[in-house]
């Protein structure tokens, strides 16, 4: 369903992850844990594009949502002026280690052979961020509802514009999820009247109006009250039975625990563990892993 | 010399339609001027080098250049080398509206940027275009915050808008002076012109106020 491979991203001179792969199957849940600052809002908003990859790539339901990354393909690497240049030097296994450690390829001198490689692979696979963003909710941890329209505006906005539907379809879509999370007597009010905890409500209301495939949430009870933080996680939970496939960023680690299929533990940029949530919890294997979770638990 | 502002009454008929030809050049620069201030603050907004150079260079020209000067080139010089012909009306207008678009495009600018990132996450997220996302979910917001200075390019336009009676455009001031030569008195008319736009600005600067108010107060979740 979500295939990550080789992910880097960088801003400027910061490298943020380094080398992330990543497979996710269709109805998963996967939790990402990790110290602030690894990574794990950026290898989220990755997904959807939110944050476009220094390197690698991502496919979702097989289809490619990045442009494709050469040092992922030895046939491309084959093909490139570099390698040909090198030939002889090493053997081909070799050869490919070294361009790929060394960044050698460089786009505008690899040839007409190279570039028609990449542009097979684009042409055959490639799928634009919008189409991508129509299968991918994600939910934020500041809501971002929008203020100057009224929760049910909020919630059929995009589903007509996007999707095409009718608005007394979208409508009738709105009412059926607001029911589901407990907050259809809210339909006609702005944002700015709600409590955060019911906020969040709505907004997990209005991504799951896009009927997508797959939900991004970023630490959604992290903006909450204490006293709202369980009306959100209750929301989320009951979701997660629907068999919708789902990726969180939390540092609610019970409810962690308690929902995901798989927990992958993010440090500095690379995935140090990638385990279920009994053996995570129970025996972390790195000495970072446990090092965190006597910090938080 | 005694003052006589009986001798007005003959001339209420001229102020009444000049009223309406001042009021009317005002309002259709603020909407024009508004119309264009979208494009121009999106160019200013851009990622694209082009679109911002062109930008600032069309405020610097309208903010540089004399308001008059500009009157007169777009009334009796740009008909000379380009094939367009304008009544006084018209040139005025579009002087105007140019002009607004300069300095309201400048607001809107800012109260596009002051937009929380999250809002265009979330339109994103939710696949929604570029256009739509400007038209429907961040220029609404923006304009919000514009409001308090729509009303001040309002009151200075109204104040510009004198400007057209050069072009011979028949406003309130052109009133007064076409007074003044039948009657040979200038106190009065002009007095009474003076108290007039005075009386107008100050009523159109609390309704400013009222709004600057209001906007603060709903930013406030
Ligand atoms: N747009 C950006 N420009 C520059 N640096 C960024 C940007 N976004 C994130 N970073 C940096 O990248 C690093 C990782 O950020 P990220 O938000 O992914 O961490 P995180 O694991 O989600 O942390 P937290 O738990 O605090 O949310 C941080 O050092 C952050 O400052
Ligand atoms: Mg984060």
Known sequence: M??????YKDF??????????????????????????????????????????????IWVEGRLITPPDPYLHPEVIRASNTYKKLSGTADDAQLIARIK????????????????????ITGKNFQSAYEVRKKIGMVFQHF?????????????????????????????RARRLLTQVGMLDKIGVYPSTLSGGQKQRVAIARTLAMEPDIVLFDEPTSALDPEMVKEVLDVIKALAKTGITMVLVTHEMGFAREVSDRIVFLDEGVIVEDADPATFF?????????AFLEKVL | MKLDFSIILPWLPNFGAALIVTVQV???????????????????????RPLQVFADFYTSVFRGVPLLVQVFMMYFGIPLVLPVKFNAFQAGTLVFAMNSAAYISESMKGGIRAIDRGQYEAAMALGVHYPSMMKDIILPQAIKSVLPSLVNEFISL?????LISSIGLVDILRVGQMIQSKTYRAFEPFFVIAI???????????????????????DRH
């Open chain 1, 144 to 172: 971002n509802l929008f203020p100057h329209m009224t929760v049910l505006e909020n919630m059929t906005y995009a589903p007509v514009k996007v999707l095409g539907i009718s608005k007394e379809e979208a409508a009738e």
């Open chain 1, 12 to 57: 400027g001179a910061l490298h943020v992850l380094k080398g992330i792969t990543l497979h996710i199957d269709q109805g998963e849940i996967i939790s990402i844990i990790g110290p602030s600052g690894s990574g794990k809002s950026t290898l989220l908003r990755s997904i959807n594009l939110l944050e476009e990859p220094t390197f690698g790539e």
């Open chain 1, 282 to 290: 129970s025996t972390p294997k790195s000495d970072r892993a446990q």
């Open chain 2, 196 to 218: 007039f736009y005075y009386v107008l600005v100050m009523l159109l600067s609390t309704l400013g106020k009222y709004l600057e108010r209001r906007v603060n107060k709903s």
């Open chain 1, 101 to 120: 450690k060394e960044d050698l390829l460089y786009e505008k001198h690899e040839g007409a052979e190279y570039r028609r490689l990449l542009r097979e």
């Open chain 2, 26 to 48: 005002t309002i259709c620069s603020l909407l024009l001027g508004l119309v264009l201030s979208v494009p121009l603050s999106l160019c200013k907004i851009s990622n694209l």
């Open chain 1, 2 to 7: 979500i295939d990550i491979k080789g992910l």
């Open chain 2, 158 to 162: 109204l104040k510009n808008t004198t």
